[in-house]
């Protein structure tokens, strides 16, 4: 915090350079994505690669941010150029129209997986563990 104590004082002489501790000690840097991108800003700008542009730095922390999403939504396995949808969301197969509120409001409907699988009861594993002990006595 002296730094910014002493741009304060030295503020008639370098107006210009006495706003930028105030601009940069407001960051709060203490956010992990925040500190992720000092990190990659390290990689890209090295000894050797000092002449990069502020659009291109840009640029490339924003693909270096989005590349696992671009990784899902490019299959990069095949030389095709076809793309996956890549969503969060359900489908709109698994909403149903409520046809008794007039508000349009949607309410959701379960797959109908328990025809595809036999499911057994809580019971079954105690009954098959009791038929196998009278079996051994």
Do not use: C, W
């Not at 741009?7 to 992990?32: C, D, M």
């Not at 000092?38 to 990069?52: A, E, N, Q, Y």
């Amino acid at each position: 915090m002296m730094i910014y104590y002493h741009f304060g004082e030295v503020k008639k002489e370098f107006p210009t350079i006495a706003s930028i501790p105030r601009k940069v000690l407001a960051i709060q840097a203490s956010n992990t994505s925040v500190e992720g991108l000092f990190s990659s800003t390290k990689i890209m700008i090295g000894d050797r690669r000092i002449r990069l542009g502020a659009e291109k730095i840009y640029k490339l922390m924003f693909l270096r941010k989005k590349l696992t999403l671009l990784k899902t939504m490019f299959d990069l396995k095949n030389d095709s150029t076809s793309t996956t949808t890549v969503s969060k969301r359900k489908s709109i197969d698994a909403f149903e129209e409520d046809n008794d509120d007039h508000y349009g409001i949607f309410k959701k409907v379960k797959a109908d997986e328990e025809d595809e699988y036999d499911l057994l009861s809580d019971d079954y594993e105690s009954d098959k563990e009791n038929s196998e002990a009278e079996q051994v006595f």
